[in-house]
């Protein structure tokens, strides 16, 4: 009657890291308790979530140093088809942004003088997030923050 808050599982997102693989975990040196994990690893965790009555999993992928390129193509590589067959009532989030898929680590593609160019990185963003609200992804998080491209 005079609390003010209530803070409950429901009210929660679990971020989670999603690396390329099968049966991995990998721990994150700078974030202790923190794990990488694979897509089949994933899935326990998707079930702990609804079981813990936790509505949602931010994914955010860690992407092989090999598969970064200056246009970011890995971006475009759906990866929650699986998490969505499974565990269609979990609402899953995911991030929209080029830097984590690009080589030079920024969050835009880069014109031959090393400058970030808008159009083109939109274009991309756009259809980024279409294959993510494709693959069935419930939250869409635009996340680039270059040049008001939110």
Known sequence: MVREHR??????????????GHNQTQDVAS?????????????????????????????????DTTLKTEDGAEALNPVVR??????????????VALDPYTSHGQDGLLDASGYIVNDPTVEVLRRQAMMHADAGVDIVAPSDMMDGRI
């Open 31 to 63: 974030m202790p308790g923190v794990q990488r994990v694979t897509l089949d690893r994933l899935l326990p965790v998707a079930e702990s979530c609804l079981s813990l009555g936790i509505p949602v999993l931010a994914l955010f992928p860690v992407i």
């Open 82 to 95: 699986e998490l969505k067959r499974r565990f269609p009532e979990l609402g899953v989030l995911t991030d």
């Open 7 to 20: 803070l409950h599982p429901s009210d929660l997102i679990l971020p989670i890291f999603v690396t390329a």
